[in-house]
């Protein structure tokens, strides 16, 4: 599986932005997929996670109440919102799948099976 985020960008703070995490080589369907990001000098952290039954769970609270995720089969993708974006979102966004779709995994680190390149997203006081 080739996973392929998009939809980064320069955002004003207070704004929006949808990425998108596209998928190649299977159906995306019966998979976890995560998204994840990377400030500069910061550890990766986990966002949001949508199991294959549309069930979605958060992880960083910062982004509880201003994001979603969301996955549209057909196109095989997997999307996340952000509103109301904060200079502290500035980061590079990544996803990640997991061939175990039946549950977002509840450790932190579980190693998920495929990882795309990511997408910069910074957004400007």
Known sequence: VQLQ??????????????LSCLASGAALDSYVVGWFRQAPGKERERLLCID??????YYEESLKGRSA???DNAKNTV????????????AVYSCAADRYGAKCPENPNYPMDY?????QVTVSS
Do not use: C, F, M, N
């Open 5 to 18: 985020a998009s939809g980064g960008g320069l955002v004003q703070a207070g704004g929006s932005l949808r």
């Open 52 to 57: 294959d039954r549309g069930r979605s769970a």
């Open 69 to 71: 995720i969301s996955r």
């Open 79 to 90: 999307y996340l919102q952000i509103h109301r974006l904060e200079p502290e979102d500035t």
């Open 115 to 119: 990882w795309g390149k990511g997408t």
